[in-house]
Nanobody, 124 residues
């Protein structure tokens, strides 16, 4: 059974930083595309950042230059380093694993497995 377990969320002041982790259990991802999504209250879930096995990353315009996605294949773990956080970054953050080597951030249907989410709250 595949499980994705996120951690690292919390409450920070605007301008602060957080590092999210997503550990994958029951599956050794090699060439699978992985990504982070978020959903704020009353809004649709949106893709934040994605990463392929070769190290090529994609970011939503709203987080470019502030967020960095990375992965440690030896630990089966995906990370999201978030800095210069803004109140509008407040959301539940989810990691997702695709069965494909590439999956657009706007196509959630290409992501087969999802974590339970970790809450990030940024206060002004």
């Amino acid at each position: 059974q595949v499980q994705l377990v996120e951690s690292g969320g919390g409450s920070v002041q605007a301008g602060g930083s957080l590092r999210l982790s997503c550990q994958v259990f029951g599956y050794t991802y090699g060439t699978n595309y992985m990504a982070w999504f978020r959903q704020a209250p009353g809004k649709e879930r949106e893709g934040v950042a994605g990463l392929n096995s070769g190290g090529t990353s994609t970011y939503a315009d709203s987080v470019k230059g502030r967020f960095t996605i990375s992965r440690d294949n030896a630990k089966n773990t995906l990370y999201l380093e978030m800095s210069s956080l803004k109140p509008e970054d407040t959301a539940m953050y989810y990691c997702a694993l695709s069965n494909f080597w590439y999956a657009p951030l706007g196509d959630e249907g290409r992501y087969a497995y999802w974590g339970q989410g970790t809450q990030v709250t940024v206060s002004s």
